[in-house]
């Protein structure tokens, strides 16, 4: 398995057939302490008013070829497992906390400039969108993108949680308050359209330092920027999931879940 790995000093290079995005803002939202930083947002504002809205999935395939001992192993382990002090991984560490993760304050990028920022093979799903969350257009690409901040939950709510006149210029602000905008929309959609909602508290354990057994339960504390980052998750979900009903109507799978019980 670990032979399948690039060398540690690999580098991002370009190639045809992806689209340079690292010309974008683009930023992550996740929980504070994340290693695994596998997905990301973006939001600009186009020439005729509307946006232009991004999801960047790390695309681990670059890596992990058909066939190999590595993508054999990985589909033994179906997923990677969490448990309260540690997690055990489906993939090697290289890629789900390095290659693949939007770490700031690196580069991997083959290239004679400089940039502070990690560059990343990514899966992109690109919208261009109304202020009132009515979709115009959807485009898939194959890029490549580099992260502008990794922000905590914590961090986007504070973002969002500014007076306008304070994030004017702020490029992280402006994104992060234009897609919590949009986020709002498109779940008073889902909700008015008949999606279910299910509210089931999560927890997180305080674990003694020495001996790492639990200590004390508390709840997580969740931020409407929690929900900015499920809504687009579940946009980019839903519309990939009708691309390949589209495009593949023969082979594509639908998880169909029974009607609620009544009784």
């Not at 929980?31 to 973006?42: R, V």
């Not at 992109?124 to 690409?141: G, H, N, Y």
């Not at 498109?186 to 999606?195: E, N, P, S």
């Not at 969740?222 to 979900?237: Q, S």
Request: net charge negative.
């Amino acid at each position: 398995v670990l032979a399948c790995l690039p060398p540690d000093d690999y580098k991002i290079v370009k190639t045809p057939d992806r689209l340079d995005l690292r010309h974008l803002p683009v930023l992550s939202i996740d929980p504070p302490g994340c290693k695994d930083i596998d997905d990301a947002l973006h939001c600009t504002v186009l020439p005729n008013g509307n946006y232009q809205v991004g999801v960047h999935i790390a695309d681990v395939t670059n890596y992990v070829k058909a066939g190999t001992a590595i993508d054999l192993e990985a589909a033994k382990r179906s997923t990677s497992t969490y448990l309260v002090n540690k997690r055990l991984d489906m993939l090697p560490g290289l890629l789900t906390t390095d290659l693949c993760s939007l770490k700031g304050n690196v580069d991997r990028y083959e290239s004679g400039g400089s940039m502070e920022e990690l560059s990343l093979y990514a899966f992109s799903v690109l919208w261009e969108v109304t202020p009132e969350a009515d979709i115009i257009d959807v485009d898939f690409r194959k890029t490549i993108i580099h992260s502008i901040a990794a922000l905590t939950y914590q961090q986007a709510q504070g973002l969002i949680d500014q007076p306008e006149g304070d994030s004017t210029n702020d490029l992280q602000a402006g994104a992060v308050k234009r897609l919590a905008s949009l986020a709002r929309k498109f779940r008073a959609r889902r909700i008015g359209a008949g999606a279910l909602t299910l509210a089931s508290p999560e927890v997180k354990f305080v674990l003694d330092s020495e001996s790492l057994n639990p200590t004390d339960v508390q709840a997580y504390a969740l931020f409407e920027a929690n929900a900015l980052v499920e809504e687009f998750m579940l946009l980019a979900n839903v519309t990939v999931g009708k691309k390949i009903l589209r495009h593949y109507p023969t082979l594509s799978v639908l998880r169909r879940h029974p009607a609620p019980n009544r009784g």
